[in-house]
């Protein structure tokens, strides 16, 4: 069992940053995958990034160069969102894969990100 609490959304204008965070109950180093999605209304549910436990970050095209996941040596994931844009706007989630080829097992429970134009 993996529980996942993301912190840092809220109100932003566009061309502005947020920095995301995502703390996990236990050490994310025996975990294969970290991923950001997001949702945004009346959409689906997109990945926007995601992080190995070898330190391979992959982006959705929308975000790339704008967008930094990262991760700290125990338990913690972050999103660095830089040139905000209001297209941006939706919940973002944090989740866990365990293992490579598999979906995401563990979500949080999300946080909003507003950007307003």
């Known amino acids: 069992q993996v529980q996942l609490a993301e912190s840092g959304g809220g109100l932003v204008q566009a061309g502005g940053s947020l920095r995301l965070s995502c703390v996990a109950s236990?050490?994310?180093?025996?975990?294969?995958?970290m991923g950001w999605h997001r949702q945004a209304p009346g959409k689906q549910r997109e990945l926007v990034a995601t992080?190995?436990?070898?330190?391979?970050t992959n982006y959705a095209n929308s975000v790339k160069g704008r967008f930094t996941i990262s991760r700290d040596a125990k338990n913690t994931v972050y999103l660095q969102m830089n040139s905000l844009k209001p297209e941006d706007t939706a919940v973002y989630y944090c989740?866990?894969?365990?293992?490579?080829?598999?979906?995401?097992?563990?979500w949080g429970q999300g946080t909003q990100v507003t950007v307003s134009s």
């Open positions: 989740a866990a894969r365990l293992r490579y080829g598999s979906g995401f097992d563990y």
């Open positions: 236990r050490s994310i180093f025996g975990i294969n995958t």
């Open positions: 992080i190995t436990n070898s330190g391979s």
